[in-house]
């Protein structure tokens, strides 16, 4: 399996851009999960999904942002539009299940950075 | 609501030494998974070990054991026989199976490994 993929690696916009950053999950996969990381707030929950509903979104920063599954191998992150504060790694993740040991397998992360 | 906490942002251990990385917990579940996860330079975060609340025995993956101690809320990770690959980031994370479900990070500790 080629794991949890993202796009892309990198981006550099100015403030007031669109950034849309993707992902596919692990196929069979049915939990998929937003996360963001920074130096001053660690890693943060952003938003996660079960077979493509947004279950839980408090993590989600402000109505700036907005995440869809339209389908099962596929999700978005929507930032619009985008401020300098919003650069960070964003990472999507994966699970089969979300109980017991069932593990989150992590995507490569999106660095974005906004100027 | 559930926090994680990592005492110590930075260690320098010397190779081939075991190293202990701290992590206490706060939860008011009974039932929840404690998680280390390591971030490379590279920055992927890779899956280490799994304790679940009601495991009798600590768990082990290889060089990697957890040193559960449920009274005190503790987790820590040890490595045996450090090498220089394990330098990174180490991270300590925990799931309620009852309350809120999300993974919540602690902030890491830096591990550096010297020749």
């Known amino acids: 399996d080629a794991g949890v993929i993202q796009s892309p690696r990198h981006e550099v916009t100015e403030m007031g851009q669109e950034v849309t950053l993707r992902c596919k999950p692990i196929?069979?996969?049915?939990?998929l999960f937003w996360y963001r990381q920074t130096m001053m707030r660690g890693l943060e929950l952003l938003i996660y999904f079960n077979n493509n509903v947004p279950i839980d979104d408090s993590g989600m920063p402000e109505d700036r942002f907005s995440a869809k599954m339209p389908n099962a191998s596929f999700s978005t992150l929507k930032i619009q539009p985008s401020e300098p504060r919003d650069s960070a790694v964003y990472f999507c993740?994966?699970?089969?299940?979300?109980?017991?040991?069932?593990?989150?397998?992590f995507g490569a992360g999106s660095r974005l950075t906004v100027l | 609501a559930q926090k994680i906490t990592q005492t110590q942002p930075g260690m320098f251990v010397q190779e081939k030494e075991a190293v202990t990385l701290d992590c206490t917990y706060d939860t008011s579940d009974q039932s929840y998974g404690l998680f280390w996860y390591k971030q490379p330079s590279s920055g992927e975060m890779i899956f280490l070990i799994y304790q679940g609340s009601y495991d009798e025995q600590n768990a082990t993956e290889g060089r990697y054991s957890l040193n559960f101690q449920k009274a005190r809320k503790s987790a820590n990770l040890v490595i045996s026989a450090s090498q220089l690959g394990d330098s990174a980031m180490y991270f300590c994370?925990?799931?309620?199976?009852?309350?809120?479900?999300?993974?919540?990070f602690g902030q890491g500790t830096r591990l550096t490994i010297n020749p």
């Open positions: 993740a994966s699970s089969p299940l979300f109980s017991g040991a069932n593990v989150l397998t």
């Open positions: 994370a925990m799931r309620e199976f009852q309350g809120a479900q999300k993974l919540v």
């Open positions: 196929s069979g996969h049915d939990y």
